[in-house]
């Protein structure tokens, strides 16, 4: 019986380890494992360009991984006649504290020989902790410096339009060189025109214009007077000191008709009998630069009138030139005697209407002052034929 139990103690034992032991394996895999510590020495930009005679300034980011320590700071490798110097705080460091899992981030400065020749140097940068180092190669690449330039361009420099439109340049002003400009505005108009420059929307005539920067420029020619029909120059300047930029536009005016209307001698006035048929001498004149072309007249009269013109459609007129037209109206039948307003309408093919209106003084027929004085004369014999006979009795 003991050698039973003993057996069975020792199946039991070794179940409770089997389910245990498996578990506790599982839990020291999931055990996280310490980083090994390592230096890590970084910049942004670790290839740059910079010009003859500059000096180069490099943010470089420095991070301690596992442990923090004080790291050195040295130049691994450095072309000849180059000077190197690490900056942290203001002032000039040989070395940067750097704690666990923190980044510090200090300046090197590269300041280049006289006489130092266009090219790409290369250059190391070394950081060195206990028993820990990191590298960072850097490379410079050294070029002539761009003059300043200005460029002055626009897709449209010939516009079309009427002596009444507002003439819109879009142009784009770019500065090339590697220095920021102040650009100053000019233009050289012909007589007659006003010329305006807009920058985002503003109107102005001065601006900034960093390096290799371009800004859309918008320039506006206004005529200020009647101008005649033509092509009109117009050159706009862009300065800064020496530097000069030149963009020439030209102006297209087309010609354009201004219709007039009016009697006679100017007259705005006529006669005409009720019920007759009356001519009126109308006289469309065209003080404009351009020919007017199709033009139809056409007349708003009172109620009962009729109204027709001979032309009815003036195929031209000339820029400077006038047609007549005759203008035959007739009053209505029963017309009272009075002043009426006819407006009298010259329509051309292209633009917009004139209009002037005619005062017509309307009198009654002579037929129907004869009829009136009959019948007057008729009563007046019934009256008096009547008075004889009744008054006889």
């Not at 980083?35 to 991070?63: C, F, H, K, M, W």
């Amino acid at each position: 019986m003991k050698r039973s139990f003993h057996l069975k103690t020792i199946l039991a034992l070794a179940l409770i380890l089997s389910l245990v032991l498996p578990g506790t394996a599982i839990a020291q895999e999931e055990t996280p494992v310490a980083a090994d510590p390592e230096l890590r020495l970084t910049t942004t930009y670790p290839s740059q360009v910079a010009e003859l005679g500059e000096s180069v300034t490099i943010r470089l980011n420095l991070q301690a991984i596992g442990a923090s320590q004080t790291v050195q700071l040295e130049m691994d490798e450095i072309p000849e006649g180059w000077s190197a110097t690490f900056r942290g705080g203001g002032r000039i460091i040989y070395a940067v504290h750097v704690s666990t899992e923190a980044t510090e981030s200090f300046d090197l400065r590269l300041d280049p020989p006289a006489g130092v020749e266009p090219g790409t140097y290369n250059f190391v940068v070394l950081a060195r902790g206990q028993s820990l180092r990191a590298e960072l190669p850097i490379s410079l690449t050294i070029q002539e410096r761009v003059p300043a330039s200005l460029t002055f361009e626009t897709d449209l420099p010939t516009i079309i339009g009427s002596p009444s439109t507002t003439f819109r340049y879009n142009a784009t002003l770019k500065n090339e060189g590697d220095e920021e400009l102040t650009v100053n505005l000019s233009a050289d108009v012909p007589l007659g025109f006003l010329a305006r420059f807009k920058v985002a929307g503003q109107e102005t005539s001065s601006f900034p214009l960093g390096a290799d920067e371009s800004k859309n420029v918008v320039i506006e020619l206004e005529p200020v007077v009647e101008v005649a029909a033509g092509s009109y120059p117009v050159t706009v300047f862009a300065n800064s000191g020496e530097v000069q930029a030149v963009l020439n536009l030209n102006a297209e005016v087309t010609g354009q008709h201004n219709l007039s209307v009016s009697g006679l001698d100017g007259r705005l006035s006529g006669r005409a009998v009720a019920g007759e048929e009356t001519t009126l001498q109308i006289v469309v004149s065209n003080t404009g630069t351009a020919a007017a072309q199709g033009v139809e007249m056409s007349a708003t009269a009172p109620n009962g009138w009729t109204i027709t013109f001979d032309p009815e459609v003036i195929a031209e007129i000339p820029a400077g030139q006038q047609v007549e037209v005759t203008a035959m109206l007739k009053p209505a039948d029963q017309a009272i005697a009075g002043d009426y307003i006819v407006t009298v309408r010259a329509r051309p093919a292209e633009g917009a209407n004139k209009t002037t209106d005619f005062r017509i003084t309307v009198s009654t027929s002579t037929l129907w002052g004869v009829i009136g004085l009959a019948l007057i004369a008729v009563a007046v014999g019934v009256v008096a034929i009547a008075v004889m006979r009744f008054g006889r009795r």
